[in-house]
Nanobody, 122 residues
Framework: VQLQASGGGLVQPGGSLRLSCATS????????IGWFRQVSGKAREGVSC????????YYADSVKGRFTISRDNAKNTVYLQMNSLKPEDTAVYSC????????????????WGQGTQVTVSS
């Protein structure tokens, strides 16, 4: 399984970004995909995930109501729409195959896309 994350950048507080996680083959048919973020020196945080079968989703409390995860199976891509961005959202965001329920997510399977930097600053 190959994953490729993209879409990060520099945005002002209150702005929006859309991250993409392109996957190989029919990965989305078999694997839930999660977005994780990490700030240097801090623990990695599971931000959101989307299931493979029923498309169930999870959001961390810190992003609930601002971020939306979706997938396009035809394009083998998972998206993370990030609105109302805050400086505390600044981190390296990575996508990975994941264990995903409506209450939690963590990496599973060992497949990761490279990180993409999101910086929220005025």
């Amino acid at each position: 399984v190959q994953l490729q994350a993209s879409g990060g950048g520099l945005v002002q507080p209150g702005g929006s970004l859309r991250l993409s996680c392109a996957t190989s083959g029919s990965a989305l048919d078999y694997y839930a995909i999660g977005w994780f973020r990490q700030v240097s020196g801090k623990a990695r945080e599971g931000v959101s995930c989307i299931g493979s079968s029923d498309g169930s989703t999870y959001y961390a409390d810190s992003v609930k109501g601002r971020f939306t995860i979706s997938r396009d199976n035809a394009k083998n891509t998972v998206y993370l729409q990030m609105n109302s961005l805050k400086p505390e959202d600044t981190a390296v965001y990575s996508c990975a195959t994941a264990y995903c329920t409506v209450v939690t997510t963590w990496p599973m399977g060992g497949w990761w896309g490279q990180g993409t930097q999101v910086t929220v600053s005025s």
